[in-house]
């Protein structure tokens, strides 16, 4: 079921929330959070698709805000919220509501959104472009238990991930750092098979990828070692080698969905290495809502451990 509003206000549109469930006959008890997606019109169907994926593990109300470019004078002085609400099939196993600012409501998103989300319910903001260079400062990163952001959708990320470093705060997560879950994953099992010192390392990667960089300093903080970057034509991270007394261990992934382990003393054997699509990096990022303290130590280096 989908209700259009035009010049609305967060009454009306809750209002329309219960119209819509009464509707077709579904309480709002069952959604275990509340999702504010902060995008533009280009990259709002398909953030609203991956979340829409992402709640049928994890049933929540979805505030989608779109800030519309003023034209005129009259944009600029002339304040507007429309509104779309989506029930039932619409949206996924939640409710969807996306908003349309415009004029000065814009710069009061916060104000909007506060009325509309789920009383007693975590909150999580995502940003899939255009992140704010603090987002725990941003109003409506503040209303947020977990911030997350993309280094993936700016032109110089590794300039990003630097800004990111700075303003980190508790809560705050990206989804460069969520791409390497695979990776680390394997890593620590081979790690926990070899029970070796490891003396060197290197990740490879095509150039400028923050999870590549992300992964560098992950190790470098973990195992104590300098970490070698080094460029290949990707696609992004292609393989991570480890240096020990023993020989090396070599985790490869030149393309396609699986990858290839090397142990020393041990044959080859290939594992499932896929690139995951944004509904189900959504999906891993909702499942602890507490800070994420790995990802500050790859964020942050050693000085992150340090200080932990």
Partial sequence: MKIDLTDTTASKINK?????RRAIGTPAVGMVLTMVIVT??????????????????????????IKRHVRTLRDRTHSRLDAEVRVGSEAGTGET????????????????????????????????????DAPSE?????????????LYAFERPMEVLQTRARNYAPGDTDLAWTRLTL??????????????????????????????????RWLEARLKVSVER???????????????????????????????????GQPPR?????????????????????????YAIALKGEAAKENA
């Fill in 183 to 216: 990776w680390r994953s394997m890593l620590a099992a081979a790690l926990d098979q070899a029970r070796v010192r490891i003396t060197s390392a290197a990740v490879e990667a095509e150039g400028d990828n923050p999870s590549a960089e992300l992964l560098a």
């Fill in 40 to 65: 533009d019109e280009e990259n709002a169907y398909d953030s609203i698709k991956a979340a829409e994926d992402a709640s049928h593990e994890h049933p929540m109300r979805t505030l989608v805000v």
């Fill in 97 to 132: 509501v996306v908003l349309r600012t415009y004029g000065e409501v814009s710069e009061h998103a916060d104000s909007v959104v506060l009325p509309l989300l789920l009383p007693d319910a975590p909150v999580v903001v995502w940003w899939p472009v255009d992140a704010p």
């Fill in 270 to 294: 290939t594992l499932a290495l896929k690139v995951r699509p944004t509904s189900e990096l959504i999906a891993e990022e909702l499942r602890r809502l507490d800070a994420d303290e790995m």
């Fill in 16 to 20: 329309a929330l219960v119209q819509g």
């Fill in 230 to 264: 080094v460029v290949t034509a990707g696609p992004v991270v292609t393989a991570v080698r480890l240096g020990t007394q023993n020989g090396e261990i070599r985790i490869d992934r030149p393309e396609g969905p699986l990858a290839t382990l090397s142990l020393p």
């Fill in 138 to 150: 941003d109003p409506l990163g503040a209303l947020a238990q977990r911030r997350i952001t993309d």
